[in-house]
């Protein structure tokens, strides 16, 4: 029976890759993001999740990786990343609901979640699911929208704004989008046996204006030389976070790769339909992309 999980933001039919980034003035943006990866990021790697992975911007960047498996609850989101990223054996395509990855425990060693986790009614419950997927000593990198960065502490001060920046409760400011606190975001870390080991501010210049005046690669460069001041403040509306799990949590389940969502058995990998051996429930592989999204 399927458990009740929170609603999920489904990007299906999107043209979000085309319209927000390709089309959207977010060159700048997407510079800044690759700076702070390329800090944040490990120089190798056997098995990256990358969760929210849409379709595929950031996936060419986790080159120390020997493997990656994008998830995304969208099939076409991942439609158009395997046509942007081909048949490339380092990929794996799972179309999931993050609150119930179908990975064994301590499968990975290592984990995204970028611009993702704003989508998430419950982040608590997304991030210990991440953590079950990777092993001791794994690093997860995480992208959070930031409310308490200095345009809506400026707002508030200046009542154009009703809710508070610096209240530790999530802000819901339109359907499954969602602003966290940092201090909440590092409890929620805390709590699923992760310690946070650098912090990054991103997007210091995102105002209309700037963007319009100074060019994208001259903002990226002057935002790669704040990030660092993550680290002690946090005023950016986008903060990203390396940190490593902690704690026996995640030891591997033999030599299974999936895991059955309807009984939690392991699966071993398989080029075609996945069958469970214990329920005999078959998980389709369509078109290269497994998909384990359970049906109401």
């Known amino acids: 029976m399927k458990k009740e999980t929170p609603p999920v933001c489904d990007y299906t039919a999107s043209d979000y890759q085309q319209t927000f980034w390709d089309q959207g003035g977010r060159n700048y943006e997407d510079a800044a993001e690759k700076i702070a990866l390329r800090k944040l990021l490990p120089e190798s790697g056997k098995l990256l999740l ?16 020997e493997r990656v498996i994008l998830v995304d609850y969208s099939m076409t989101q991942l439609e158009q990343a395997r046509q942007h990223l081909g048949d490339d054996e380092r990929y794996r395509y799972v179309a999931a609901d993050v ?54 502490i400026l707002r508030y001060w200046l009542k154009k704004q009703t809710w508070d ?81 902690t704690g026996s949590r995640g030891e591997t389940q033999g030599r299974g790769f999936y895991k059955c969502l309807a009984c939690d058995t392991a699966i071993p990998e398989s080029e075609g339909d996945l069958h469970c051996p214990n329920c005999k429930q078959v998980w389709r592989n369509k078109g290269g992309i497994y998909d384990f999204r359970l049906k109401t």
């Open 50 to 65: 990358e969760i929210g992975a849409g379709a595929g911007r950031n996936t060419p960047r986790y080159t120390g990786y």
């Open 99 to 152: 609150y119930r990855l179908p990975f064994v425990d301590g499968l990975c060693d290592g984990a995204t979640m970028i611009r993702t986790l704003h989508h998430m009614a419950d982040p608590s419950l997304a991030i210990s699911q991440v953590r079950s997927a990777l092993s001791p000593g794994a690093v997860f990198i995480l992208e959070y929208a930031n409310k308490r960065n200095l345009k809506a």
């Open 165 to 245: 920046p610096f209240s530790r409760d999530l802000v819901e400011f339109t359907r499954l989008n969602f602003n966290f606190h940092p201090q909440a975001i590092r409890s929620w870390l805390e709590g699923n046996h992760f310690t946070i080991q650098r912090q990054l501010s991103v997007s210091h210049f995102r105002v209309g204006f700037i963007k319009k005046t100074i060019p994208p690669k001259i903002l990226a460069g002057l935002d790669g030389l704040l990030q660092a001041s993550g680290a002690w403040i946090q005023l950016t509306p986008s903060v990203f976070l390396r940190a490593q799990a």
